[in-house]
């Protein structure tokens, strides 16, 4: 690039490219000079072979000049100028960006990377009852008409209250993530869709004659399954966190199970009984290797039929409505919870036993220590009885 060289035109100049040519002459870099609040101001407009002349940029110059003599509300300079008007087409770029594309091209790809077991589920939400209704609409487009429609078709479709609510979490994860990269600038409209939910906690947990009927029934179908249902019964672990289990999460010695993806997103131990020990003893290979694994050799999708059959040829569910009242295999789970409440373990430490985040998730036990609290009360009134027997001892 040469040096600069003036115009015919005051505050005009340009420079000429050293190699590259407009026709058969050197292209020509136009810029302009002028001042601003007492600064000299320079600013490159573009090249000739882009179409601009000097008489051009004069005309572009002129018109800045105008403008700051009259104190114009437009922005002073051209660079001004250029950055507001790129904001203004990201912002209409943004405008046009639909749910699903956001959802597909962005919100997912970072999901598989920072959570990737939550991906499965959100998309399924998505194709089951998202694409459709909102999918194709930009976010501008999307509001409280919209949600309520697929709140109707799902209600519709004999969805419970509490499966609405999980879509509508989706939703506003979504909503809130594209509201953090500037994609939209308002709150979700989920938070005007009003679900009146219903209490659908297992109230029901099994006995331990049950359960032994229970496991008896398994290990005659499959061994690997009771194992699993065994383990779900001893140590609280759910379904997808048995399934998550490799060679080097167990350690027999200590009597600790690595969970390493549970539900809450976090890392923890679960602890072994005797039975469990006796499972995993002389267990050994590849650390990475899955202890269960489906027909294929993969990881365990969902439970097996299997442990439905068995409560159902047990009868243990026969004449039950509620479904709160019938058992499930999550129901190990459940009876574990409730067997050690049974035992007088605190709250605190059944929290920490089953990886709850919170202790309010574990409160649904408390009820089953009633009959503590009763004796507790007992205990107060022996000590207020003690106490007046001293006082009355004491005057006489």
Known sequence: MSRRMKTEFAGVRYRQHHKRKHGLKPDAYFSIRYRLDGKQVEEGLGWASKGWTASKAALQLAELQEAHRK???EPATLRQRREIARMEREKQEKKGITFGDYFLNTFIPQAEIEKPRETKGKMIHYRRWIKEAIGALPFSEIGVLELEKIKTDMLTAGRAPRTIACLFSTIRRIWNDARLKGIVSEDSPTKKIKIILTDNKRARYFTHNEADQYLNELKNKDESLWKIALISLH???RFGEIAGLRIG???????IIGIRDSKGGFARYGRMTGEVKEVFSGIEGNREELIFKDANGNRM???SKVFTDAICKL???DGVIDRRQ???FHSLRHTYASWLVDRG????DVQRLLGHKSIELTQRYSHLSDDRLANDVKELEKGIQEARKKVVSINR
């Open 326 to 328: 019938k058992l499930t």
């Open 249 to 255: 999460d167990i350690d027999t010695q200590r009597g």
């Open 345 to 348: 373990v605190g709250l605190y």
């Open 315 to 317: 009868n243990f569910n």
């Open 301 to 303: 999708a969902r439970p």
């Open 235 to 237: 140590c609280g672990l």
């Open 71 to 73: 104190g114009s509300k």
